[in-house]
């Protein structure tokens, strides 16, 4: 046993070397660290995986085969791991440390965590956790100094690159022991401030604010009240320790925990507070499959006995003023919790003025920043759908359809489906094959009753989620059925086809038997890709030899205006 665990030791310590050698051969470190000031390292934290004859040593751990009952050869106790292998590996590091403490390969801290097959199954621990306390200073002036000159002192933008580092830093306990939960909120608000009216970098700044908060809640805060086991799907399920509550524990730690009512957006000074931003970041501007985390958060909160935690999963999480998520007249009642994604409607008269009032209290939540991924829970003597078969038989979809049946609504529809149309959101009560973007009821009832709309036809196709959404298919067929094939519906249909599925067949070849039909539909495939031209001809025509056959049967003016569709797809 002595000679295998020789080797073992030989091809750890071999891999340990071999990833530094590696390392240091690097040329851009220093380039690397010069973006900006809140950098200090390129490399924090290393996993060693033992596995005989192919040992690993890397900076990301993917987490394979971790689940996987080891059958090897070598495996050793826990006790020679943590007492013998375990130090031995570490006096290595260190000394590689030693060397490369103020180079710019080392973060200011270093951690070397180890997976090891064990007698008792597979062992991960953390070996060592390694601090350059120079660079650790040096970084907190670095902070305070940031924060100071571009935050608080400051109107202009600030750089992706610097959220990045500083959002994970204000968490980071090694830099803050103590949390200082109000100020590191007031950075948060600051960074979405300065960055307003540039509408992708916000969204790039908003991104780093929540994954930050999100590991800071699965990895240190969620971990000290909830036992954690990661599900099939990755995903964290939790459940409460014994005996544990958030206020028996606040109230031996940091003083009286106070869960008061605020105002709109306002969050408190306890760690439970950056649980509930993190939920409220997740819920207004994560796309609709991140949704359910951000109501887990919630969840989570409610649990450890936050009264604001309950009272956001019934009333909203407070962003909103309570005059613009609760309306209620003679005609109409709208209330809207943001949490839950949720606008619950009911038409007392079914009249234009309860519609109107309705599509107003939706439009004007949607232009503060209200999920566009909601639903409507209706309730309404009417039951009206589309005529378009397979969507969706939903309060949402009867809602729009309603509404449609008053011309005089019609432009203010336009206006809440150019608010609502937006490309990877989905109402959140439809799923699978009849999952469809916001806006998508208002845009295909209005394409279907009038040739105003089929601008708006055009610009919703320009959105849509093909690899995720079926339903425009459904749509083109109604709309050709409904609008036929004209000089006014070509453009919107043919923004349409861009957007189908293979599945779709349109019987439409007799219509494009009238020349000066065919002429205009031409000139719309022209200005496509050829791969484009090929995708909008094949629900139409088939496959290209189909097209090509027509053609070669076709004569006049007809056989060219067939060969130039041929030219456009690239054939």
């Known amino acids: 046993m002595s000679t295998l665990y020789d080797q073992a030791m030989e091809e750890m310590i071999t891999t340990i070397h071999e990833w530094f050698d590696e390392q240091e051969k690097r040329d851009d470190l220093e380039s690397v660290v010069k973006r900006t000031t809140l950098q200090m390292g ?8 033992y596995k005989p004859g192919r040992t690993t040593v890397d900076s990301l751990d993917l987490g394979l085969d971790d689940d996987v009952k080891s ?7 826990e006790e020679q791991v943590r007492n013998e292998i375990g130090p031995k590996l570490v006096e290595v590091v260190q000394a590689r440390l030693d060397k490369l403490a103020d180079t710019p390969l080392i973060d200011y801290r270093f951690t070397l965590r180890g997976k090891f097959p064990t007698t008792e199954g597979k062992l991960q621990l953390t070996l060592l956790e390694w601090i350059n306390e120079e660079k650790r200073k040096q970084l907190l002036e670095r902070i305070h100094t940031y924060v100071d000159k571009n935050l608080e002192n400051s109107t202009y933008p600030t750089k992706p690159l610097e959220s990045f580092f500083l959002t994970r830093h204000l968490l980071d306990p090694k830099l803050f022991p103590e949390l200082d939960v109000a100020w590191i909120l007031r950075q948060y608000d600051r960074i979405q401030e300065l960055n307003q009216g540039r509408p992708e970098a916000l969204a790039e700044h908003r991104g780093d604010i929540t994954r930050a908060l999100t590991a800071w809640a699965e990895n240190q805060f969620l971990p000290q009240y909830f036992d954690v086991q990661s599900s099939a799907y990755r995903t964290n399920e939790y459940s409460l320790k014994p005996g544990v509550t958030l ?5 031996t730690q940091t003083g009286q925990y106070s869960d008061e009512q605020g105002k709109a957006q306002t969050f408190g000074t306890q760690p439970i507070d950056l649980l509930l931003y993190a939920a409220v970041m997740i819920l207004r501007f994560e796309p609709s499959y991140s949704k359910a985390q951000g109501q887990t958060f919630l969840e989570l909160a409610k649990q450890l006995g936050s009264r604001r935690a309950a009272r956001m999963m019934t009333e909203g999480s407070g962003t909103y003023a309570k005059d613009d998520i609760h309306v209620k007249t003679e005609e109409v009642e709208c209330k809207a919790n943001d949490v839950f994604a949720l606008m619950n409607i009911h038409i007392r008269k ?15 939540l949607l232009k503060q920043g209200f999920p566009k991924g909601y639903k409507i829970k209706l309730k309404s003597a009417v039951k009206q759908y589309l005529p378009i078969k397979g969507l969706a038989k939903s309060d949402t979809h009867r809602f729009f359809a309603n509404a449609l049946e008053y011309p005089e609504l019609h432009p203010l529809l336009e206006e809440y489906a150019r608010e609502a149309i937006q490309e990877f ?3 959140e009560d439809t799923e699978g094959e009849k999952s469809c973007m916001p806006g998508s009821y208002a845009t295909f009832g209005l394409g279907l009753v009038d040739e105003r709309y089929f601008p708006l036809v055009e610009y919703y196709m320009g959105e849509v989620d093909d690899e995720h959404q079926l339903i425009q298919d459904k749509f083109i067929a109604a709309f050709v059925e409904k609008q036929g094939v004209t000089a006014q519906s070509i453009p919107a249909l043919v923004a349409s086809l861009r957007r189908s599925t293979d599945s779709l067949k349109l019987k439409i070849q007799t219509e494009l038997e009238n020349e000066e039909i065919l002429e205009l539909l031409v000139r719309q495939i022209q200005e496509l890709e050829y791969y484009e031209a090929e995708h909008v001809l094949y629900p139409i025509f088939g496959k290209v030899e189909k097209l090509s056959m027509l053609a070669r049967k076709a004569e006049g003016r007809r056989k060219e205006l067939l060969l130039e569709l041929l030219q456009a797809a690239g054939k």
């Open 350 to 364: 079914e009249e234009a003025g309860a519609y109107q009032q309705a599509l107003t209290f939706i439009i004007h």
């Open 425 to 427: 959101e989905f109402y």
């Open 42 to 49: 390129i490399v924090n934290d290393i996993v060693l995986d």
């Open 247 to 251: 206020q028996s524990n606040i109230d």
């Open 71 to 77: 059958k090897q050869a070598v495996a050793f106790t």
